[in-house]
């Protein structure tokens, strides 16, 4: 624990860290995130059949709940819920087990703050596709990023760093997965044997899917440094549409599409067993 009751503005701290508006922000930004992956399942799975058009990404999955009757209510719902979410994990980041009792040690500290970033993005999608100003197209961002960084001096060895940075955190899912290191974020007391047996196979398999993703795009992030070719660095819709693309990768777009799902569901569950507080 970190003494930050010991210095000025320290008691604000906790208090802010401990109001039950900041737990259920949290909970909601984790409720948010599990809906996105329900959706991105759902596009995955009409990639992988086909609908090379849909954009499987979480902007393509905010688009397709913004497409619903009454879908720009749920978009705000989610990007208040990202929003909420990313600061949590900032806030965890920063303060340790202050702000989440499970970031007692220095991974899940940059664990924190990976996802704070990463989500902090994607809730900055949200709020655009909730004004209006999302755009329907999927874009060539990254490829365009990438060329920039590929301009630069070094900019070969700094994409191939961070291609290499990318399968690690794929490798970080899939260890993850396995191991099931996640249920140590859970309150499974609460739960019945058969209900917490649901929810591991359901996180493993969702934390393992997520991992081979990023890896796949790791991995053509990489060659795109290596070949000196931007257009070879994918995003996440980018890199399953190229799975999609190779001898029996629809199957594999499948299993993946259903490991999404399972951790959006996953998702779900966690934004009631999460320890937040």
Avoid: C
């Avoid at 604000?12 to 039950?20: E, H, K, L, S, T």
């Avoid at 737990?23 to 759902?42: P, Q, S, Y």
């Avoid at 849909?54 to 009454?70: H, M, N, R, T, V």
Wanted: overall charge positive; hydrophobic content about 50%.
């Amino acid at each position: 624990m970190f003494p930050v009751t010991t210095i000025g503005g320290g008691q604000a701290v906790r208090r802010a860290a401990d109001n039950p508006w900041a737990e259920r922000l949290a909970r909601l930004g984790l409720g948010a995130r599990g809906v996105l992956f329900i959706v991105l399942g759902i596009l995955t799975f009409r990639v992988a059949f086909g609908h090379t058009k849909d954009q499987a990404s979480q902007k393509g999955a905010l688009q397709e709940i913004a497409a619903q009757p009454g879908g720009l209510i749920l978009v705000w719902i989610v990007a208040i819920g990202l929003i909420g979410y990313a600061l949590w994990r900032l806030a965890s980041a920063a303060l340790g087990p202050v702000a989440d009792p499970v970031a007692t040690d220095a991974k899940q500290r940059v664990k924190a703050l990976a996802e704070g970033i990463g989500y902090g993005a994607v809730a900055i999608i949200a709020v655009k596709v909730a004004a209006g100003s999302g755009s329907s197209s999927s874009g060539g961002g990254g490829q365009k990023q990438t060329a920039t960084v590929l301009s630069w001096p070094g900019g070969q060895f700094l994409v191939g760093l961070v291609g290499l940075v990318i399968i690690g955190v794929g490798v970080f899912y899939v260890v993850d997965g396995v191991k099931a290191d996640f249920t140590k974020e859970l309150k499974l007391g609460e739960m019945s044997p058969t209900a917490r047996k649901a929810v591991i196979v359901l996180g493993r398999f969702g934390r393992i899917a997520q991992g081979v993703v990023f890896g796949i795009i790791g991995v053509l992030v990489m060659i795109a440094a290596v070949q000196f070719d931007p257009n070879k660095a994918k995003g996440l819709d980018g890199a399953l549409k190229t799975l999609a693309a190779q001898p029996y990768g629809k199957w594999v777009l499948g299993i993946i599409a259903l490991g999404f799902l399972a951790y959006g569901v996953y998702g779900l569950a966690e934004a009631k067993l999460r320890r937040v507080s």
